[in-house]
């Protein structure tokens, strides 16, 4: 069943307390989502697809103190304008680093879901000294040996190809996105109706239908056969906590595995009768480890 387009100019949730801002930063209009000190620890928290910075709404309805939460929506989702390029994920890692600079943040804890977190990984290996520690949320690292990847494609290719082939259609006039999200939790009661919508229809505005097709169709075309030929080899010299959903059926826990992972230090915490929606399913749980990463780090 069809449904019509949302318009661009809808406007973001309602969290409270929060500071909103538009950032210009390499050719990129960031929306930027903030609470807590001002003057305090700056937390950056990436989102993932299908969603945007609403994602980390407890952690920005309730910021722990001492810490500057911080959420941008990534470029052609939510609220930020269209990314000058075709989302290959190291050039959203240096849309983000600059954004980081235009803030004057010379060095954050970082958190990353999903896409939020792939991308995350790589501002990570490319700039370790501008980050303290990283909290990633269901997502592999980039370290992950071909026969495991193989072992695991069926599982990209259940919806991957169908995004990147024809998305924008898909996320306008399907109820698709819907079904996803729902179909993701573990807990259905973790997310209302109503909180689906405000991620689902989202996607029904152009930009950010076409950012997420770009964000598929660039990760088919370029980035898995690059990776194949050049494995990742640089190594985390930061502390990572990853903390994963184990019933997730997009990325299985194993493409996270400790023993595979090259990292100087580098955690893998399962959590079971979760899905893929970790912050949404045990939004405590992910606070309770950021603070532990906060608190275990300068």
């Known amino acids: 069943m069809s449904r019509p387009s949302v318009l661009a100019t809808a406007e973001p949730p309602a969290i409270p307390g ?45 910021p722990p103190e001492g810490l500057r939460i911080i959420a941008p929506d990534l470029p052609g989702y939510g609220w930020s304008g269209p990314a000058p390029h075709r989302w290959a994920k190291e050039d959203i890692a240096s849309d983000v680093l600059a954004l980081l600079d235009v803030l004057g943040l010379e060095r954050v804890l970082l958190v990353g879901h999903d896409w939020g977190g792939f991308i995350g990984y790589r501002m990570a290996l490319r700039e370790p000294e501008r980050f303290s520690g990283y909290l990633v949320l269901n997502m592999a690292h980039p370290w992950v040996p071909a ?26 006039r399907t109820r ?43 990760f088919w075309l370029r980035e898995i056969p690059a990776s194949a030929r050049t494995p990742e080899r640089r190594r985390a010299t930061i502390p990572v906590r990853a903390l994963f959903g184990v019933n997730d059926a997009a990325v299985h826990y194993s493409l996270a595995a400790p023993e595979t992972a090259r990292a100087d230090d580098y955690t893998l915490e399962l959590v079971s009768d979760c899905g893929h929606f970790v912050v949404d399913e045990r939004p405590d749980l992910v606070r309770a480890r950021l603070l532990e990463l906060a608190a275990a780090t300068k």
């Not at 807990?187 to 029904?204: C, G, M, T």
């Open 18 to 62: 929060v500071r909103r801002s538009f950032v210009e930063a390499r050719g990129v209009r960031f929306h930027v989502t903030e609470s807590g000190d001002p003057t305090g620890r700056p937390v950056v928290l990436l989102h993932g697809w299908p969603q945007h910075h609403y994602a980390y709404r407890d952690l920005l309805a309730d």
């Open 147 to 172: 026969p495991i990847v193989a072992r695991n494609v069926w599982r990209f290719l259940v919806y991957q190809p169908l995004i990147a082939a024809v998305g924008v259609p898909l996320q306008q």
């Open 176 to 218: 698709f996105l819907e079904w996803t999200i729902g179909a993701a939790l573990t807990n259905r009661a973790a997310l209302s109706p109503e909180q689906v919508r405000i991620f689902a229809d989202r996607f029904r505005d152009p930009i950010c239908a076409r950012a997420a097709t770009d964000t598929y169709r660039t």
